[in-house]
């Protein structure tokens, strides 16, 4: 892949990267209100325990996904981003354009939605 390529790509991913830093640190407040909102109705509280749970569930989404976003950084600076680290064969501009942290072609994610890699 080109360099100017590889650094549109970089840029989106730092934008990505910064985006979730700032939803994870959002989660982790809302988090911490709902505690502090907690009141000894029980209605309230299985509502709230449900908005925890909910809220810990999307900030391992976004941990998930920030993972993703940093290796694909990395990959930029070793010179292997847009390679499938499955097959080593670029990755579809288009899938990149979709999903600039794809790790995988498409033929390899489905091989691996399918459990096959
Ligand atoms: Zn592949």
Known sequence: MDK?????YKKRLLAKEAELLRLATKSEQDGREADEEAT???A???ANSYTKEFLFHQSDEHRRLLQLVNEALERTKEGTYGQCVACGEEVQQKRLEAVPWARHCIECQEKQDKGLL
Do not use: F, G, R, S
């Open 40 to 42: 000894q109705d029980i």
């Open 44 to 46: 309230d509280k299985a």
């Open 4 to 8: 100017k390529k590889v650094e549109y």
